[in-house]
């Protein structure tokens, strides 16, 4: 799975100049960032192919996506060939700057802040059939 490594690591540092915390799950041909176990922001990889950084996704409710369409470098997700309304895919032309992509990241925790915590799935646990012999 390809995706620009400087765009990971400019994310990273994004959420550690907030003072948050995520974990980091491959999805979506990309990596996504979790805060609270919600999908908030990830970066695809189909522009590595091109020599680009492909786009950040920005998970942000369907209220806030519709306000940010004013930007042009931003348009709702359509990648599952169906559109979700509460998910942007953003240009790279979009976040090339640090200040445009703590915006967007801002966007997404915004949101995400108002989300419950999932709670965290446990594994379950095998039950051994064991045949008594007599």
Same mark, same amino acid.
């Given at each position: 799975m390809a995706f620009d490594e400087d765009m990971v690591a400019r994310i990273r540092m994004g959420f550690l100049a907030l003072e948050r915390e995520w974990e980091e799950r491959k999805m979506f041909?990309?990596?996504?960032?979790?805060?609270?176990?919600?999908?908030?922001?990830?970066?695809?990889? *189909?522009?590595?192919?091109?020599?680009?950084? /492909?786009?950040? @996704?920005?998970?942000?409710?369907? !209220?806030?996506? &519709?306000?940010?369409?004013?930007?042009? *470098?931003?348009?709702?997700?359509?990648?599952? /060939?169906?559109? @979700?309304?509460?998910?942007?895919? !953003?240009?790279? &032309?979009?976040?090339?700057?640090?200040?445009?992509?703590?915006?967007?990241?801002?966007?997404?925790l915004d949101f995400i802040d108002t989300e419950p915590p999932k709670k965290k799935k446990h594994a379950k646990k095998r039950r051994s059939a064991v045949i008594e012999t007599k």
């Amino acid at each position: 799975m390809a995706f620009d490594e400087d765009m990971v690591a400019r994310i990273r540092m994004g959420f550690l100049a907030l003072e948050r915390e995520w974990e980091e799950r491959k999805m979506f041909g990309g990596l996504c960032f979790m805060v609270n176990g919600h999908m908030t922001v990830g970066i695809s990889g *189909e522009g590595q192919a091109k020599g680009g950084v /492909g786009e950040l @996704m920005v998970r942000c409710g369907e !209220v806030r996506a &519709a306000a940010a369409l004013d930007n042009p *470098e931003a348009r709702l997700c359509d990648f599952t /060939g169906r559109i @979700m309304k509460s998910i942007l895919l !953003v240009e790279p &032309a979009g976040f090339e700057t640090d200040d445009q992509l703590a915006h967007w990241l801002a966007l997404a925790l915004d949101f995400i802040d108002t989300e419950p915590p999932k709670k965290k799935k446990h594994a379950k646990k095998r039950r051994s059939a064991v045949i008594e012999t007599k």
